[in-house]
């Protein structure tokens, strides 16, 4: 089963290797994932947009450096500061962003993320 820090650290690992994202999703209707751009609800939206991204992004940077997590009965919730950076393959175009991550996770057979939010840090 492992720990939902590990579960984390391997989301990590296949979003850098281009593996397939929606594995670590739970197949549930009230999901909730929020992206730099985008807010998708439910599995299927998420899933599709998890695939949608990997079908068109490669050479993905993934640099963590303040992952905190907590667990309490069967429920684990997490944060972290994340270097992001991913070329368009379709465009060529390079993007690198400083993100802030925090999310839910549940224990099933396996820790799945039940929210997560990813979002981009703004100087003022």
């Known amino acids: 089963m492992g720990t939902p820090t590990a579960r984390i650290e391997d989301y990590y690992d296949a979003l850098r290797s ?3 994202l929606a594995p670590f999703f739970a197949p549930d209707d009230d999901l909730v994932k929020y992206g730099i ?8 939206a998420v899933a599709a947009g998890l695939r949608a991204q990997t079908e068109t992004t490669e050479n993905w940077t993934v640099g963590s450096d303040a992952l905190r997590v907590s ?9 972290d500061s994340v270097r992001l950076a991913w ?3 379709e465009s060529g175009e390079r993007h690198d962003f400083e993100t802030r991550w925090s999310g839910t996770l549940r224990e099933r057979e396996t820790w799945l993320f039940v929210g ?4 981009v840090a703004r100087e003022f």
């Open 18 to 20: 281009g593996d397939p």
């Open 116 to 119: 997560m939010h990813v979002s």
């Open 37 to 44: 751009s985008e807010r998708l609800v439910g599995y299927d």
């Open 87 to 89: 070329t368009d393959s």
């Open 71 to 79: 667990e309490r009965d069967g429920t684990a919730w997490f944060s």
